[in-house]
């Protein structure tokens, strides 16, 4: 009789996946076993979660899917729709990568995990809601009978994803695939969810097929791994193994890609941007006939400053208050304090005076294909704010610069007559960047640009910026989670919690002698490699 532990728990062999004939995944064969972690990683655009989708046979009818797929005992090829119905959510869970899209924003949490109980085993009523909220408190959620009645916009995006892994459990599971759960998460909640994962894993006896593109993580939560680029498996083997002795060309790039190096060197000049006492405050909801409330304090006053050519990073967890800082900062957000930015008081200006100086403080966000319009082409995205600044300039000028600054990010002069989605999402960030730089700004926020990003786009990514603020003397304030990145980019860092400045210095320095223990806990959840 086998031993199950160490039998095959998922089978594929020679799994191919093609689109009206364009093949995918290519032969793609993997087992994953009862207790263990499987990491199945690439860029986008690998193969990876289609891979997954077409083992399960979850994708669209014009998918063609061959070869060997087995659960166990169970030949899944021959399975019909009522068979798939029953095998998926009670004996193979799934978590995506955003909960968000995943979670109906028209039900309570509750009811959501319910369903799936009384769907696959018949729980209804009372009993289902008393499991459900089991369930909530085996994924570690405080306060798990308020959640039950909680609906998705009322939580974080560390609970939802909780939540998610919740109704994946839910019907005891033999395999669970989690397909990039942590890309949108802080470094802190990442570990929090990976190590939430690995021990429901070991409680449940489940095998895990985890889909990432992060190698950090593969190294600290996987047990074995196979790289897929273009669809074709590159290698399979042992997570250390696989880091120490890479075979394939391919491994050894993706081992390569994190962000490198230090931005060049400045001089000590005067400060381009001063805050002092900037804060931001938000009122409260007033209950019926009651007291009002005291305001909700998202920043507490600080002060900071940025020299020409400087990069401050900005770094914590999210509702740390980072993003509503440096809204604070270019007057796109309410707040208090004094803003001078090269000798004028920000802070004092209002109407067309203000708007004048946002031609020298621009932005980057941190999702391009939520910042730039669909419905227009990349020359109308890039030219519209020089449109804006110097409506005296002809079209021959303005097109002249527009594929000037095309170039300078790297992207060739003919994509500006084509659209947003038509592009990579380390493309569409590059775009971004020409929309901010063709104006010439002197301080350019960066929101999270390569949060959404593979690692080998964050280098290139990081690696253009520094190159742009070294040509054009720009000023960067650098927003990010991502330590590794932040610590390519930034000369200081500031790092805030809850609004508040845990501490401030130079970006080595706070990064590998931190003082506080909230930066500690940070840099010890990105697992830094030691600097070059």
């Known amino acids: 009789m086998p031993d199950t532990r160490t039998s095959p728990l998922l089978e594929l062999h020679d799994l191919t996946v093609a689109f009206d004939g364009i093949r995918v995944v290519d032969r793609l064969s993997l087992t994953v076993k009862r207790g263990e972690t499987l990491a199945l990683v690439g860029e986008s655009g690998s193969g990876k979660s289609v891979s997954a989708l077409g083992a399960m046979n979850l994708l669209p009818p014009n998918a063609r899917i061959e070869g060997e797929r087995r659960l166990r005992d169970t030949n899944l090829a021959t399975l019909t729709d009522r068979g798939w119905r029953g095998l998926r959510g009670s004996r193979v869970g799934f978590v995506f990568q955003e909960p968000m899209t995943s979670l109906n924003p028209l039900h309570p949490i509750g009811k959501q995990i319910g369903e799936t109980l009384r769907l696959h085993q018949g729980i209804t009523g009372n009993a289902a809601r008393l499991r459900t909220r089991d369930l909530l408190e085996q994924v570690k959620l405080p306060r798990a009978g308020e959640l039950l009645d909680a609906w998705p916009h009322q939580i974080s995006g560390g609970q939802r994803q909780r939540v998610m892994i919740a109704m994946a459990i839910a019907n005891d599971p033999e395999l669970l695939i989690a397909d990039e759960p942590t890309t949108a998460l802080d470094v802190t909640v990442q570990q929090e969810i990976l ?102 304090e998202a920043v507490k006053p600080l002060d900071l400053h940025v020299a020409p050519g400087e990069t401050l990073g900005i770094v914590g967890e999210s509702g740390s208050g980072k993003t509503t800082l440096a809204l604070a900062l270019l007057r796109l957000g309410t707040g208090s304090g004094e803003i001078d930015f090269n000798g004028v008081r920000l802070d004092q200006l209002t109407g067309n005076a203000l708007r004048r100086q946002r031609r020298s403080l621009q932005v980057v966000f941190q999702d391009p294909y939520g910042s730039l319009s669909p419905r227009l082409p990349v020359f109308d995205i890039i030219s519209e704010g020089l449109r804006f600044h110097q409506p005296e300039l002809d079209r021959a000028e303005v097109d002249r610069r527009v594929r000037a600054t095309l170039r300078e990010v790297g992207l060739p002069e003919d994509c500006a007559s084509r659209y947003p989605h038509e592009f990579s999402g380390g ?91 909230y930066t500690r806990a940070l840099v010890a959840a990105a697992g830094l490699a030691p600097h070059e």
């Open 195 to 296: 190590a939430l994962l690995a021990e429901l894993r070991d409680v449940h006896g489940m095998g895990m097929l985890f889909i990432t593109h992060d190698l950090n993580l593969v190294r600290r939560h996987a047990d074995r791994i196979c790289v897929l680029h273009a669809g074709r498996e590159q290698e399979t083997g042992a997570v250390a193994e696989v880091f120490s002795q890479p075979r394939s060309d391919y491994t050894r790039q993706l081992l390569e890609a994190e962000p490198r190096g230090r931005p060049a060197p400045i001089p000590r000049l005067a400060p381009l941007l001063s805050a002092r006492g900037v804060g931001v405050r938000f009122p409260r909801p007033t209950r019926l006939f009651g007291r009002r409330p005291p305001p909700f």
């Open 427 to 517: 493309q569409r960030q590059r775009i971004a960047v020409a929309r901010a730089i063709i104006l010439e700004p002197q301080l350019v926020v960066l929101d999270e640009p390569t949060s959404a990003l593979d690692r080998s786009v964050q280098k290139q990514l990081v690696e253009l910026l520094r190159d742009l603020q070294a040509r054009r003397q720009l000023s960067y304030l650098f927003i990010s989670h991502d330590l590794a990145v932040v610590r390519a980019m930034a000369h200081r860092v500031l790092v805030l919690k809850d609004g508040e400045v845990m501490e401030a210095g130079d970006c080595l320095q706070v990064l590998e002698n931190p003082a506080s223990d």
